[in-house]
C-alpha cells in the first residue's frame, strides 16, 4: 500500500534564501531545516556529480586494472589531487600584487598553508595527491593498526606519530579507505590532544555510510571530503563493494 511518501535524495534539495524568508515555520521545522544544511555542508560526495573523476574511480574498483600497481597508485593520486582543489576552496584568501615582465597583477592567494596529515601505508599515493597540490604544506604520518581480539572485535591502537606544529592550523588527514571510521576518529582524537587544531577536514576515497555515521557522531565538527560512499561492510570491516585492500594493491601483499 502506498503511503503517499516519497523518498528525497540530498541532489535533489534545492534551497532558495529569497524563498525561505516569505514562509512562517514553526521552531522544531527550522532547527530540522539547520541541521539538515549543515549536515549537507559538511560532507561532499564527489561521484554524487558526473565528472572525469568517475573514470579514476572506475578503475580503483576493476578487479583487473588494479592489478598494475602504478597505475592504481596513480588514480589514488588523481583523486587526491580533485579533492585537494575542492578542499582548497574553503581555505580563506587574501589578495596580493604580483609583478609580471609587464605591469602588476593582483591575485587572491590563500593565508595558510594547511597540515596534511595521512595514515601508513595505503594513504600515501591519495596523501602524494594532496601534497602535489599543497606544495608548501608540512606533512604528518600516523602509524596505526587494528588489534584483533579473541571474539573477532578489533580495537584501533595509535602507534606513532611524527608531526610538525599544528596548534591554530588547518589540519587535511587523508587515507584511502574508511571503513569503520575508528581509525581516523582515533588519530583525530590523539592529535586534538595535543595540539589546538583550527579546522580538520577528513579525505576518503570509498567510506562506508557506517564509517561516515561513526566519523559525524565523534568530530562533528570535521568536514568529510569523499570520493564514494558504500553502504556495506563484511565481518572482517572490508567496504563492499569498495575495492579490496588498499595497501596490498598499492605496495604488494604484506606479510607481517
Known amino acids: 500500500m502506498s503511503t503517499g511518501l516519497k523518498r528525497i ?6 534551497i532558495n534564501i529569497k524563498e525561505i524568508d516569505t514562509i512562517i515555520f514553526p521552531d522544531s521545522c527550522i532547527l530540522i531545516l539547520a541541521s539538515l544544511i549543515v ?14 573523476a568517475n573514470s579514476f574511480l ?3 574498483r576493476d578487479a583487473n586494472i588494479q592489478q598494475d600497481k602504478s ?29 609580471t615582465p609587464l605591469g602588476i597583477a593582483t591575485v587572491s592567494l590563500h593565508d595558510e598553508e ?16 594532496f601534497m602535489n597540490y599543497f606544495d608548501k604544506s608540512p606533512s604528518a604520518f600516523v602509524t596505526a593498526y587494528r588489534k584483533v581480539k579473541k571474539n573477532g572485535t578489533f580495537i584501533i591502537n595509535v602507534d606513532h606519530i611524527s608531526a610538525p606544529d599544528i596548534d591554530n592550523k588547518t589540519l587535511i588527514i587523508c587515507d584511502s579507505m574508511l571503513a569503520t571510521g575508528q581509525s581516523i ?25 557506517e564509517g561516515v555515521a561513526h566519523v559525524r557522531a565523534n568530530l562533528p565538527k570535521a568536514r568529510l571530503w569523499l570520493c564514494a560512499v558504500d553502504e556495506e561492510m563484511t565481518s572482517k570491516a572490508y567496504i563492499v563493494p569498495g575495492l579490496g585492500d588498499a595497501g596490498d594493491l598499492a605496495f604488494g601483499e604484506k606479510m607481517l
Open 58 to 60: 572506475a578503475e580503483l
Open 71 to 99: 597505475r592504481f597508485r596513480r588514480n589514488q593520486e588523481k583523486l587526491g589531487e580533485i579533492l585537494a582543489y575542492e578542499i582548497s576552496k574553503t581555505l580563506k584568501y587574501a589578495e596580493r600584487e604580483i609583478q
Open 114 to 129: 594547511p597540515v596534511l596529515c595521512t595514515i601508513l601505508r595505503a594513504g600515501l599515493p591519495f596523501h602524494q595527491g
Open 185 to 209: 576518529v582515533q588519530v583525530c582524537k590523539e592529535l586534538i590532544a595535543t595540539y589546538a587544531i583550527k579546522e580538520i577536514h577528513i579525505a576518503a576515497i570509498i567510506a562506508s555510510a
Open 9 to 14: 535524495k540530498s541532489q535533489d534539495i534545492r
Open 39 to 52: 549536515i549537507l555542508t559538511m560532507i561532499f560526495i564527489l561521484n554524487k556529480t558526473n565528472t572525469i
